[in-house]
């Protein structure tokens, strides 16, 4: 397994990745002690999400190992990954919908936060029917804070006023 971490406009990014692809990005991720630093994976990764929060890119080409989640989870997460792109979003409750599994929206919430690989499956742009709605990524207390950047940075949602 190999680790690189980014900056980031919304703090700082870890990635676990292998040959077989993506395991994990998260906030304040740590090198696990059977990790490299480095190696292509992780600096390929790494390379996308720069490009991401530069705006140069807007798809990721990365592969992820979803693998070992439940096939509830993995269905929800697919249709995301498949069907809402960039300055898109959608409620939890359409994401149940389209992902065909009969979750009802808390419970494609509740799979959301649990997102090995945030930002390349893009859960941030999951609202809730209301408002905005949850978010476990970016720094610890900073989290809608980081959803509502990722949003705005993607056009998803208007440019604040004040």
């Given at each position: 397994?190999?680790?690189?971490?980014?900056?980031?406009?919304?703090?700082?990014?870890?990635?676990?990745?292998?040959?077989?692809?993506?395991?994990?990005?998260?906030?304040?991720?740590?090198?696990?002690a059977?990790?490299?630093?480095?190696?292509?994976?992780?600096?390929?990764?790494?390379?996308?999400?720069?490009?991401?929060?530069?705006?140069?890119?807007?798809?990721?080409a990365?592969?992820?190992?979803?693998?070992?989640?439940?096939?509830?989870?993995?269905?929800?997460?697919?249709?995301?990954?498949?069907?809402?792109?960039?300055?898109?979003?959608?409620?939890?409750?359409?994401?149940?919908?389209?992902?065909?599994?009969?979750?009802?929206?808390?419970?494609?919430?509740?799979?959301?936060?649990?997102?090995?690989?945030p930002?390349?499956?893009?859960?941030?742009?999951?609202?809730?029917?209301?408002?905005?709605?949850?978010?476990?990524?970016?720094?610890?207390?900073?989290?809608?804070?980081?959803?509502?950047?990722?949003?705005?940075?993607?056009?998803?949602?208007?440019?604040?006023?004040?």
């Open positions: 397994m190999e680790f690189a971490s980014l900056p980031s406009p919304v703090g700082t990014i870890g990635v676990l990745a292998d040959a077989a692809g993506l395991h994990r990005v998260g906030w304040g991720m740590r090198r696990p059977d990790a490299v630093v480095g190696g292509d994976h992780a600096q390929a990764a790494v390379e996308e999400l720069r490009r991401y929060f530069t705006g140069e890119h807007r798809r990721f990365l592969g992820y190992d979803l693998s070992r989640l439940e096939p509830a989870t993995r269905a929800v997460l697919t249709a995301l990954a498949e069907t809402v792109a960039w300055g898109e979003t959608v409620t939890y409750g359409e994401l149940a919908r389209r992902s065909g599994t009969g979750l009802p929206p808390r419970a494609v919430g509740a799979v959301m936060g649990s997102n090995p690989v930002l390349v499956i893009p859960c941030h742009r999951v609202l809730a029917a209301d408002g905005l709605g949850g978010f476990s990524g970016g720094d610890r207390g900073r989290e809608r804070e980081t959803k509502l950047w990722l949003l705005e940075h993607e056009e998803a949602l208007p440019p604040t006023l004040w």
